[in-house]
Nanobody, 121 residues
Framework: QVQLVESGGGLVQPGGSLRLSCAAS????????MAWYRQVLGKERELVAA???????KYADSVKGRFTISRDNAKNTVYLQMNSLKPEDTAAYYC???????????????WGQGTLVTVSS
């Protein structure tokens, strides 16, 4: 079993910054991708940013130039640095990873419990 624990959410004023962290633990053989999603009540969960082994990244158009995803492979941790935050960034942010517990097992998707980010004055 792989577990994800997120931290770093909170209340911030427009234009401010926050850094989210997500640490994976448990029976981990390897992780091939880690990502951040967000969801507003009543709307579908959307991809914010993703990073795969090797360092390639992908961002939603709405956050390009403001958010940066990074990963510490030694710690099985992914970060999301969020700058120039806007009220429309307010959402629950969820960490996701694709991990496997042994060399011959399948990669499975795992979700964190979510952390709330509120951008408001």
């Amino acid at each position: 079993q792989v577990q994800l624990v997120e931290s770093g959410g909170g209340l911030v004023q427009p234009g401010g910054s926050l850094r989210l962290s997500c640490a994976a633990s448990g029976s981990i053989f390897s992780i091939n991708s880690m990502a951040w999603y967000r969801q507003v009540l009543g709307k579908e969960r959307e991809l914010v940013a993703a990073i795969i082994t090797g360092g390639s990244t992908k961002y939603a158009d709405s956050v390009k130039g403001r958010f940066t995803i990074s990963r510490d492979n030694a710690k099985n941790t992914v970060y999301l640095q969020m700058n120039s935050l806007k009220p429309e960034d307010t959402a629950a942010y969820y960490c996701n990873c694709n991990a496997r517990s042994s060399w011959n097992s399948a990669f499975l998707g795992v979700w964190g419990q979510g952390t709330l980010v509120t951008v408001s004055s």
